[in-house]
């Protein structure tokens, strides 16, 4: 499969080549594939900054576009990966943050506790934090120390929301779906 940039880099097309004379141009990726090819692009860049900041003297870096970066962004790299894959990407990526020389500082944000779990290990003594959310409508960071059953208590959020649902008697479709996905975490947990 090949890709294809438009001139401007505000579109790619895919092709796909089988090894004989048949072409097939402009072929369509599943939304998984979509998420994969991003990540990939994603990842080479950050590679790319990674080097070029690692070079310690300014005039040898090929480029002064990095320069004045200061944080890079990772919002939740795992969707439609399977858990061999999310592992292999937290490694992956646990080992490129710490192969950065600079001062560049990396936020990660996930709704996995096995993505968390992986990146948690590889970086062992790392400031780790969940974001909660205020009943008067703000966030506060709190620290986190250990795995993700330390830190991750989703299961308690949506257990008190159908309680709360049911003790106001404002029970609405949704929260059914919210008591299934508690069983499955339940399920999950129990084996």
Known sequence: MTPHFSTDFSSVS???ERGNNQHEPNIKISKGEESNF??????????????ELNIAEVANRSTDVFNNLKYVFVDDPVSSLDENHLIELAVNLAGLIKSS????????????PLFYNVLFNEFSNKACYMLNRQEDGSFTLTEKHGDSNKSFSYHLHLLQTIELAIADQKVERYHFTLLRNLYEKTASFLG
Do not use: P, R, Y
């Not at 020389?101 to 996995?112: E, N, V």
């Open 14 to 16: 895919f092709s796909f």
């Open 38 to 51: 991003i990540w990939s692009v994603f990842n080479a860049l950050l590679e790319q900054v990674i080097g």
């Open 101 to 112: 020389q600079s001062d560049l500082k990396f936020i990660i944000t996930t709704h996995s």
